[in-house]
């Protein structure tokens, strides 16, 4: 069985650092797109980040430069570093998977396996 769990994210001020985190366990796929989605009550939700099982990233416009995506011990840990972060950047945070490569872009928005959710709020 699949499970992607969030941690990390919470309160900062803008300007401030967070990381999240998310362990993934059960995913024996070699091919796969790992990625941050976010979002905001009445708004759509948005792809931050990806990254597929050849380790190349992707990132969102809105976040290009601030926000990293890594994954240490390919497919057991997913991370996101925000930094610079802006009063925007407030979401729900998402880790989510598929167990396929292609289309793996932040345009992409629907996956096979989801994480829980992390609040990030950022204040001014």
């Avoid at 992607?4 to 401030?16: D, K, M, P, R, T």
């Avoid at 926000?67 to 407030?90: C, G, R």
Wanted: with cysteine; charged share 15%.
């Amino acid at each position: 069985q699949v499970q992607l769990v969030e941690s990390g994210g919470g309160s900062v001020q803008a300007g401030g650092s967070l990381r999240l985190s998310c362990l993934v366990s059960g995913f024996t796929y070699n091919e796969y797109c790992m990625v941050w989605l976010r979002q905001t009550p009445g708004k759509a939700r948005e792809g931050v980040a990806s990254i597929n099982s050849d380790g190349i990233p992707n990132y969102g416009d809105s976040v290009k430069g601030r926000f990293t995506i890594s994954q240490a011990n390919p497919k057991a840990t997913l991370s996101l570093q925000m930094n610079s972060l802006k009063v925007e950047d407030t979401a729900m945070y998402y880790c989510a998977a598929n167990p396929f490569d292609y289309d793996c872009n932040t345009d992409r928005l629907d996956y096979t396996f989801w994480g829980q959710g992390r609040q990030v709020t950022v204040s001014s």
